[in-house]
T-cell receptor, first 111, second 111 residues
Framework: GENVEQHPSTLSVQEGDSAVIKCTYS??????FPWYKQELGKRPQLIID?????GEKKDQRIAVTLNKTAKHFSLHITETQPEDSAVYFC??????????FGAGTRLTVKP | DTGVSQNPRHKITKRGQNVTFRCDPI?????LYWYRQTLGQGPEFLTY????????KSRLLSDRFSAERPKGSFSTLEIQRTEQGDSAMYLC?????????FGSGTRLTVV
């Protein structure tokens, strides 16, 4: 089955700086890669996703890149704000089935 | 229909007792997933349904766990003879196409 690894486990940045979170996956058949944000005590919420037929996707301050050959994908947050502080999870699946999640990255944005 | 609903929000039970959780997905979502999340970890896949059919069950799931989705709408997750190691947040998610919508979860504490 799919195995997703995520790094770093914690990340602290100054407000305004960029943050990058990286994930690797094991199953070359995986073709759908979403990212979720989970604030303390709340449910995970989808913030951006990418399919294997594209290499990059951007939505305002958030972007995701995918390297299918290396089986790597990354989340980039620019101009970070204190409200970006949360735990971020990457995930991988084939056609949005049976999603497997990384262990999470706790991002802290210091004002 | 504002989202995925889970009940109860919290459950405290004595070791050895049985517990049942309920999930009401978004009505037009045909796929429903159960995940378990412990502190500092990503959601761990338990099982999923397409309509009323249970299509996959994690090998990590012991025989004490069972899930149903009898009419392809709401789902229940039952844990028999609970153990302290079952203490976790149990998350339900549903989807039709892209991304999962999570419920707020049921936090189980086994004492």
């Amino acid at each position: 089955g799919e195995n997703v690894e995520q790094h770093p486990s914690t990340l602290s940045v100054q407000e305004g700086d960029s943050a990058v979170i990286k994930c690797t996956y094991s199953d070359s058949a995986s073709n759908y890669f979403p990212w979720y944000k989970q604030e303390l005590g709340k449910r995970p919420q989808l913030i951006i996703d990418i399919r294997s037929n594209v290499g990059e996707k951007k939505d305002q301050r958030i972007a995701v890149t995918l390297n299918k050959t290396a089986k790597h994908f990354s989340l980039h947050i620019t101009e970070t704000q204190p409200e970006d502080s949360a735990v971020y999870f990457c995930a991988a699946s084939y056609n949005n089935n049976d999603m497997r999640f990384g262990a999470g990255t706790r991002l802290t944005v210091k004002p | 229909d504002t989202g995925v609903s889970q009940n109860p929000r919290h459950k405290i039970t004595k070791r050895g007792q049985n517990v049942t959780f309920r999930c009401d997905p978004i009505s037009e979502h045909n796929r429903l997933y159960w995940y378990r999340q412990t502190l500092g970890q990503g959601p761990e896949f338990l099982t999923y349904f397409q309509n009323e059919a249970q299509l996959e069950k994690s090998r990590l799931l012991s025989d004490r766990f069972s899930a149903e989705r009898p009419k392809g709408s709401f789902s229940t997750l039952e844990i028999q003879r609970t153990e302290q190691g079952d203490s976790a947040m149990y998350l339900c998610a549903s989807t039709r196409r892209d991304g999962y919508t999570f419920g707020s979860g049921t936090r189980l504490t086994v004492v």
